[in-house]
């Protein structure tokens, strides 16, 4: 997961996130990612609190991107020199 490898790059050691108390089906995703839930606050809409450790990324890096009028490009062939 990207996000993961940011936030492990960045020195964090946790990455964590909320979801709607009211969306079971997101949690499971949550759950079927890694995440674990770590508490709902039941006075909050978004209180169902989710973590994991950071991990560096290790997938395979997306170099596409859109260019100013919406066309795809692959950064790495752009950022040949």
């Known amino acids: 997961m990207r996000l993961s490898g940011r936030a492990y790059d960045s020195g964090l050691t946790w990455l964590r996130l909320n979801a709607w108390t009211t969306n079971p089906a997101l949690h499971r995703f949550y759950r079927s990612r890694g995440f674990q839930h770590v508490r ?20 395979p890096l997306n170099t596409r991107l859109l260019t100013a009028d919406h066309t795809p490009t692959d950064l790495s062939v752009a950022c040949k020199y």
């Open 40 to 59: 709902t606050v039941a006075t909050r809409i978004s209180g169902a609190r989710f973590q994991r450790p950071a991990q560096p990324y290790s997938g």
